[in-house]
């Protein structure tokens, strides 16, 4: 089976890929990169009050101004802005080239996911997300109650790897290891 949908790209503030889909009557937005609860593509357009969430974490795409095709995209956490506020216009067409730049500014040495180890996935049919930030372990599950577990060695985090996200190939001792020739702990944030 084939399907057909005309999609475009949208660039969210100056750093985020966003797209937007075509189906009959109106554009859906769909989001792929984001660590935010996107489930399902977004009716942005014939449901301005539309919620993306998962407990707690919600995401809000509203309208700016739609006569000029404006949409502010806003993230809460615990009922406070989790992020920047983004913007961006439906009108404005968008091709892969014109992310180039900030795809090769997000992985200069230095930058934010070029200096940790990061791990996400949504678990919904166990109705959490875990999370790994370097040493750092949590399930948040979606009725706002959150784990949070201090992993003390190499062994730790690849068990969590390999059980709570169901990737026991991936290298990760190898990216510790990458990490540390950076000159980056994972485990500074011991406590």
């Known amino acids: ?10 660039m969210l503030g100056n750093e985020h890929i966003g797209i937007l889909v075509e189906i009959p009557g109106e554009r859906v937005y769909v989001d792929c990169g984001a660590a935010a609860p996107f489930f399902q593509p977004v009716r942005f357009e014939s449901n301005s ?3 993306s969430q998962f407990g707690d974490d919600k995401v809000h795409i509203r309208h700016a101004h739609p006569e000029s095709g404006r949409y502010t995209y ?24 014109d992310f180039h730049d900030i795809i090769l500014k997000s992985t200069m040495a230095g930058t934010t996911f070029m200096t940790i180890l990061r ?12 999370s790994l930030v370097n ?28 059980n ?24 500074s944030s011991e406590k």
């Not at 399907?3 to 949208?10: E, I, T």
């Not at 791990?119 to 875990?130: G, K, P």
Request: hydrophobic share 40%.
């Open 74 to 97: 806003v993230r809460y956490t615990q009922g406070k802005q989790n992020g920047k506020e983004w913007h961006f216009n439906i009108n404005q067409k968008r091709e892969f080239e």
């Open 164 to 187: 709570e996200f169901a990737l026991p190939k991936l290298p990760v001792r190898e990216t510790i290891d990458v990490l540390a020739e950076l000159g980056i702990d994972i485990f």
């Open 119 to 130: 791990c996400q996935l949504w678990q919904l049919n166990q109705r959490r997300s875990v």
């Open 1 to 10: 089976m084939q399907l057909n949908s005309a999609c475009d790209y949208v």
């Open 135 to 162: 040493n750092q372990f949590g399930i948040r599950h979606s009725d706002g109650r959150i784990d949070k577990y201090t992993l003390h060695s190499v062994a730790e985090i690849e068990e969590v790897i390999a």
């Open 49 to 51: 009050l539309n919620v």
